[in-house]
């Protein structure tokens, strides 16, 4: 199962970079592009997090791909 | 809970460590040829702020800084465990050569691997933590950084004679540090390639050793003969597989740079 997400797409819409993601939910930039990659999971806490920051719920920002639904 | 902001910049007890770890690592060039016990300060600088963090004492690493360091730490563990079975793989040389167990003369003698353990940690977590593309980068220019060094040191500390020695190795080093170089452009730039010429490299000192090896009289199977022995074979492995392991990152990782805004 692979989750991916819509995070790229809404930072930019806020016309925010990496690094002021990372700052406002208080990580490093590196995680931010971890997970924007798909390659970490965040936790629940995280991701919760994110989906406040740029003001999407968390099942707007993240979904299981096609594949997973299966 | 994370609530406090991490910016761009290390925590200021990693840059303590990134001091540490510099000195030591100088110190162990300059200090003696090889790896040294001033290398001991870089096990500090590496596994210092980690363990502060373990303890609870330091809280200022996220979640994901915190799982690629335990990654990094089962790598290590893993490679521990490969090399104590290729020392037991590595029991029918010991039986034909019994004196060699009686000087505890191992293939992975025990400051061998505990420098090896700081090594694979340190290139697990950065390659990780900065992308294989830019990881691999940083990692080979530092290589070539204490290549460089070394041989420096080799030259001014060797006087005439040893420099004398050196010289003929001045040609294989060059060569040696025009692919690493070429290896860290070409990292950023085209990963895949990069990753292909770098795994070759290991292979060809793999060769390269083997060959040495066998250009050794067997005839005078000495103890210093068996140290020498030893000693290649467990430095080429150890070299072979960071080699081994920048290259298959950077087949692993996807386009060319993995650092964009």
Known sequence: MKLTNHIKQHRARLDLTQQDLAERVGVRRQTILAVEKGKYVPSALLAFQIARELGMRVDELFELDKEGER | MMSHAMGRKLPSIDWI????????????????????????????????????????????????????????????????????????????????????????LWLFPMNDLRQNLVVIYLVSFLIQYWGAPRGVFRILLGMAGVLVLDFGMGLAQGGNRFGTMLLPALGFMALFLG??????????????????????????????????????????????????????????????????????????????????E
């Open chain 2, 179 to 260: 692919f690493m170089l070429a290896g860290a452009w070409l990292a950023r730039r085209r990963p895949q390639f990069a990753g292909r010429m770098i795994l070759a490299l290991a292979v060809a000192l793999v060769v390269l050793q083997a060959l040495a090896l066998r250009t050794l009289p067997p005839a005078e199977e000495t103890m210093g003969w068996l140290g020498m022995v030893l000693g290649m074979v467990s430095s080429l492995i150890s070299v072979g597989m960071v080699f081994a392991i920048l290259g298959g990152s950077l087949l692993k990782s996807e386009g060319s740079d993995e650092s964009e």
């Open chain 2, 17 to 104: 460590a990134l001091g540490i770890g510099v000195v030591g690592l100088v110190l162990s060039r300059v200090q003696s040829p090889g790896f040294g016990s001033w290398l001991g300060l870089l096990g500090l600088a590496v596994f210092g702020p980690p363990l502060l963090r373990e303890l609870g004492w330091l809280q200022d690493e996220d979640e994901y800084v915190r799982n690629i360091r335990w990654r990094a730490g089962f790598h290590a563990a893993m490679f521990a465990g490969v090399a104590i079975f290729l020392n037991w793989v590595a029991r029918g040389f010991y039986i034909n050569h019994p004196e060699a167990l009686h000087q505890k």
